[in-house]
């Protein structure tokens, strides 16, 4: 029921994301050749058609080290635009070449062996070059801007009034959506919202309501100086059927690389679709149940970083304090028996 | 408390475990006087069900008596005998509104392992899983009971406990199976498994007006009880006729049966040869989660035109599921976890009316110490077992 959508800034950023899983292959690749040259130098020379003798073994290991270097810079060091590290690369196939056709003169093993090997390192380094290429000739696309852009949908069995009075106080929203800890409404159409951050830290900026049509639409926008550029809708629709209300919500951030971008992506998650639709399954829970539900696996209830770490369906050890409890205006319906 | 916890592939242990906690304020404590062990559970036990976890407290079928109650419980004061329904339902969503009760929209904490699986999550259930909840089950001295004032029934007649145990899960389950063939005069209902829950699906289609209805088993002492205390008029004994399929043909005149209920699941002993093991090695390598053979039986079997009504468990996916003669003949398949809190009411008042008593299913009663012991005998179906029942 919600689309993720991660976008790019502008055209040149479309396809910002095939390069880097390129880089990565080829690093892993690097990886996957490191390890049986240094492992096992003798049966991979062998394997190559290539006589192992004390010189050829020392080259090998050689030659492992250096797919390792390459690996490292790759995958690691470099990363996300491994420019210098996929040149070397092509320079290392290029003197690999040279190595083998040497050994084709003097340790030739099996010629078809050894053949099948200089195809091999001609392919790679065909590979690597053009890698290499693509890397040096765009730099923008890997260090352009993207969107975070999130939409997420729920049904909730309730007048519209009643949502959209809920959702009009922005005050409400830690309630259900995780990674707030307050918004406190400043002044007319203003807010100051504070948030959870990484290390313990929170995260503050400023907002505006930027529309708000009654019972129908509410948007807001970070204002200038946020470390984080956002902003949001949730668009109230009646379900048909006399079900209540749809709920239409929409995130937006801007993540430009750095320290900004990283603060984005931590605030909305390694999943943000799925971190905006718990939110609205929490609004759900306390709109149509009066809190949010626990199980004895999930005692704070549905979260998505959760799910990856459950306790055990045991009682608790210790006593959960009843969190929304203490909140006012949860306008539950109450119980119906 | 003491709790039977899973402590890996067919294995539970009775463990020490923390007291149960009110953790939202419409939630009761139960001190549980009877809980059973489910088929269902044989398949968390067996290891089919994806997210179980060590120390999960397993058990959804229990009764008991009330301890302690939430702020917003005013139906339920301690001391109150209950029997509590196996799905966790808020009462208060579109479902639970519209009486889809196991369709709960807000009851499980962890929707989206499900909806991932499966486009939407179901309820959440008592110790049946991660994906339906993580709710700490009821194979235990006491439980928490979500949504008290929704679920549990108060049960204030001079029943025993087995009496009314199985209004919990297995009763309402067959019963729903049997309400799903629309049983009209003169109609043949076959049952794909003579368990608990075929049982019951057994009894109720005669309830609900069944000509005749036909119980399919290899256990000869399940396919007796059928006739003699379910009232199952005829019965294949598949050990004996493996063409099931044909032999419902010759008992119906060639028509087939007008309604097929499948009280199976995913666990099927039998099947023809060569598909059978197929797929107990598909399902042993865990590459697909069920051996759905009585569900393509009672698709191959049921009249054109028919019902197919799903009571059985499956979890994740089928292979050779026979699609063209489901179309083709047009058959009609229902099938979901029991709404059991829609059942509670009308099928206590058929028990008050002595038209059923359900205890005729119990055939072990056990310490709730013995539940290792329980889940073997159950499982390996030793001495004639039928259904478990754990006293805490």
Same mark, same amino acid.
């Given at each position: 029921?919600?689309?993720?959508?991660?976008?790019?800034?502008?055209? %040149?950023?479309?396809?910002?994301?095939?390069?880097?899983?390129?880089?990565?292959?080829?690093?892993?690749?690097?990886?996957?050749?490191?390890?049986?040259?240094?492992?096992?130098?003798?049966?991979?020379?062998?394997?190559?058609?290539?006589?192992?003798?004390?010189?050829?073994?020392? @080259?090998?290991?050689?030659?492992?080290?250096?797919?390792?270097?390459?690996?490292?810079? @790759?995958?690691?060091?470099?990363?996300?635009?491994?420019?210098?590290?996929?040149?070397?690369?092509?320079?290392?196939?290029?003197?690999?070449?040279?190595?083998?056709?040497?050994?084709?003169?003097?340790?030739?093993?099996?010629?078809?062996?050894?053949?099948?090997?200089?195809?091999?390192?001609?392919?790679?380094?065909?590979?690597?070059?053009?890698?290499?290429?693509?890397?040096?000739?765009?730099?923008?696309?890997?260090?352009?801007?993207?969107?975070?852009?999130?939409?997420?949908?729920?049904?909730?069995?309730?007048?519209?009034?009643?949502?959209?009075?809920?959702?009009?106080?922005?005050?409400?929203?830690?309630?259900?959506?995780?990674?707030?800890?307050?918004?406190?409404?400043?002044?007319?159409?203003? #807010?100051?919202?504070?948030?959870?951050?990484? /290390?313990?830290?929170? =995260?503050?900026?400023?907002?505006?309501?930027?529309?708000?049509?009654?019972?129908?639409?509410?948007?807001?926008?970070?204002?200038?100086?946020?470390?984080?550029?956002?902003?949001?809708?949730?668009?109230?629709?009646?379900?048909?059927?006399?079900?209540?209300?749809?709920?239409?919500?929409?995130?937006?951030?801007?993540?430009?690389?750095?320290?900004?971008?990283?603060?984005?992506?931590?605030?909305?998650?390694?999943?943000?679709?799925? +971190?905006?639709?718990?939110?609205?399954?929490?609004?759900?829970?306390?709109?149509?149940?009066?809190?949010?539900?626990?199980?004895?696996?999930?005692?704070?209830?549905?979260?998505?970083?959760?799910?990856? $770490?459950?306790?055990?369906?045991?009682?608790?050890?210790?006593?959960?304090?009843?969190?929304?409890?203490?909140?006012?205006?949860?306008?539950?319906?109450?119980?119906?028996? | 408390?003491?709790?039977?916890?899973?402590?890996?592939?067919?294995?539970?242990? =009775?463990?020490?475990?923390?007291?149960?906690?009110?953790?939202?304020?419409?939630?009761?404590?139960? $001190?549980?006087?009877?809980? /059973?062990?489910?088929?269902?559970?044989?398949?968390?036990?067996?290891?089919? @069900?994806?997210?179980?976890?060590?120390?999960?407290?397993?058990?959804?079928?229990?009764?008991?008596?009330?301890?302690?109650?939430?702020?917003?419980?005013?139906?339920?004061?301690?001391?109150?005998?209950?029997?509590?329904?196996?799905?966790?339902?808020?009462?208060?969503?579109?479902?639970?509104?519209?009486?889809?009760?196991?369709?709960?929209?807000?009851?499980?904490?962890?929707?989206?392992?499900?909806?991932?699986?499966?486009?939407?999550?179901?309820?959440?259930?008592?110790?049946?899983?991660?994906?339906?909840?993580?709710?700490?089950?009821? +194979?235990?001295? /006491?439980?928490?009971?979500?949504?008290?004032?929704?679920?549990?029934? &108060? @049960?204030?007649?001079?029943?025993?406990?087995?009496?009314?145990?199985?209004? #919990?899960?297995?009763?309402?389950?067959?019963?729903?199976?049997?309400?799903?063939?629309?049983?009209?005069?003169?109609?043949?209902?076959?049952?794909?498994?003579?368990?608990?829950?075929?049982?019951?699906?057994?009894?109720?289609?005669?309830?609900?007006?069944?000509?005749?209805?036909?119980?399919?088993?290899?256990?000869?002492?399940?396919?007796?009880? %059928?006739?003699?205390?379910?009232?199952?008029?005829?019965?294949?004994?598949?050990?004996?006729?493996?063409? =099931?399929?044909?032999?419902?043909?010759?008992?119906?005149?060639?028509?087939?049966?007008?309604?097929?209920?499948?009280?199976?699941?995913?666990?099927?002993?039998?099947?023809?040869?060569?598909?059978?093991?197929?797929?107990?090695?598909?399902?042993?390598?865990?590459?697909?989660?069920?051996?759905?053979?009585?569900?393509?039986?009672?698709?191959?079997?049921?009249?054109?035109?028919?019902?197919?009504?799903?009571?059985?468990?499956?979890?994740?996916?089928?292979? &050779?599921?026979?699609?063209?003669?489901?179309?083709? $003949?047009?058959?009609?398949?229902?099938?979901?976890?029991?709404?059991?809190?829609?059942?509670?009411?009308?099928?206590?008042?058929?028990?008050?009316?002595?038209?059923?008593?359900?205890?005729?299913?119990?055939?072990?009663?056990?310490?709730?110490?013995?539940?290792?012991?329980?889940?073997?005998?159950? &499982?390996?179906?030793?001495?004639?077992?039928? $259904?478990?029942?754990? &006293?805490?």
């Amino acid at each position: 029921m919600s689309t993720p959508t991660v976008n790019g800034a502008g055209p %040149a950023t479309g396809e910002g994301v095939k390069p880097d899983r390129l880089g990565t292959a080829l690093g892993w690749a690097s990886v996957g050749l490191g390890a049986p040259l240094s492992i096992a130098p003798e049966a991979t020379l062998e394997a190559i058609g290539i006589e192992p003798d004390a010189r050829s073994r020392a @080259i090998a290991l050689g030659v492992g080290v250096q797919e390792y270097t390459a690996a490292a810079g @790759i995958l690691a060091i470099e990363r996300p635009r491994p420019v210098f590290s996929l040149w070397s690369r092509v320079v290392g196939d290029l003197a690999h070449l040279g190595l083998l056709t040497a050994a084709w003169r003097t340790q030739r093993q099996s010629a078809p062996r050894l053949a099948g090997a200089i195809a091999f390192v001609a392919g790679c380094a065909v590979i690597d070059t053009f890698a290499a290429v693509r890397f040096s000739r765009e730099p923008e696309r890997q260090q352009a801007p993207a969107d975070i852009h999130v939409r997420a949908s729920i049904t909730v069995r309730a007048p519209r009034e009643r949502v959209y009075s809920y959702w009009q106080d922005f005050g409400n929203f830690p309630e259900f959506m995780l990674h707030l800890e307050s918004v406190e409404t400043t002044g007319e159409r203003r #807010s100051h919202w504070k948030a959870k951050g990484p /290390a313990g830290k929170s =995260v503050e900026w400023d907002a505006e309501t930027t529309e708000e049509r009654p019972n129908e639409l509410i948007a807001w926008r970070s204002l200038e100086g946020a470390d984080v550029e956002n902003s949001g809708s949730v668009r109230f629709v009646d379900a048909p059927g006399g079900r209540g209300t749809e709920i239409h919500l929409e995130l937006r951030a801007r993540t430009p690389g750095g320290r900004a971008g990283q603060l984005a992506a931590r605030l909305f998650g390694e999943e943000p679709d799925s +971190q905006a639709r718990d939110d609205l399954r929490r609004f759900k829970q306390v709109m149509e149940t009066g809190e949010v539900v626990r199980s004895d696996g999930t005692v704070e209830g549905q979260s998505t970083a959760r799910l990856l $770490k459950q306790r055990p369906a045991q009682p608790p050890e210790e006593e959960v304090r009843d969190a929304s409890a203490d909140r006012a205006g949860t306008g539950a319906e109450g119980s119906q028996s | 408390m003491k709790a039977t916890v899973f402590s890996g592939r067919n294995s539970v242990q =009775v463990e020490n475990v923390p007291d149960p906690k009110i953790l939202n304020k419409r939630d009761a404590i139960v $001190k549980i006087t009877s809980t /059973a062990i489910c088929g269902s559970d044989l398949h968390l036990y067996d290891g089919y @069900i994806p997210t179980v976890k060590r120390g999960d407290i397993f058990g959804h079928e229990f009764m008991g008596e009330v301890t302690d109650v939430g702020s917003e419980v005013s139906n339920l004061k301690p001391g109150d005998r209950v029997v509590v329904p196996f799905p966790i339902a808020c009462g208060n969503c579109n479902a639970c509104a519209s009486g889809l009760f196991a369709a709960c929209e807000n009851s499980n904490p962890n929707a989206k392992i499900a909806e991932k699986l499966m486009g939407h999550s179901p309820c959440g259930i008592f110790g049946y899983s991660h994906m339906m909840g993580g709710y700490a089950g009821g +194979q235990a001295e /006491a439980a928490r009971v979500p949504f008290a004032d929704v679920g549990p029934l &108060k @049960i204030e007649d001079d029943f025993t406990d087995e009496q009314v145990l199985f209004l #919990s899960d297995v009763f309402p389950t067959g019963y729903m199976g049997a309400e799903f063939c629309d049983i009209k005069p003169g109609d043949v209902i076959a049952v794909w498994g003579a368990g608990p829950v075929g049982q019951f699906a057994i009894a109720s289609a005669k309830m609900l007006g069944a000509e005749r209805v036909i119980a399919i088993d290899e256990y000869d002492y399940r396919l007796r009880m %059928a006739t003699e205390k379910a009232g199952a008029d005829e019965v294949i004994d598949f050990g004996i006729r493996p063409d =099931v399929v044909e032999a419902l043909n010759e008992m119906t005149g060639g028509r087939g049966p007008d309604a097929c209920i499948d009280a199976v699941g995913m666990e099927a002993t039998h099947g023809h040869g060569g598909l059978h093991a197929y797929d107990r090695v598909k399902q042993a390598a865990r590459i697909q989660t069920e051996r759905p053979e009585a569900l393509r039986q009672a698709i191959l079997a049921c009249r054109p035109g028919g019902i197919v009504s799903v009571m059985g468990v499956y979890g994740g996916f089928v292979d &050779k599921f026979p699609a063209g003669a489901f179309v083709n $003949k047009g058959l009609t398949l229902k099938t979901g976890q029991c709404h059991v809190h829609r059942y509670l009411k009308p099928l206590l008042d058929r028990i008050r009316g002595g038209e059923i008593d359900p205890s005729f299913i119990t055939t072990h009663t056990m310490s709730l110490d013995d539940a290792p012991n329980g889940y073997e005998t159950f &499982k390996k179906k030793r001495d004639d077992c039928m $259904k478990v029942v754990l &006293k805490p």
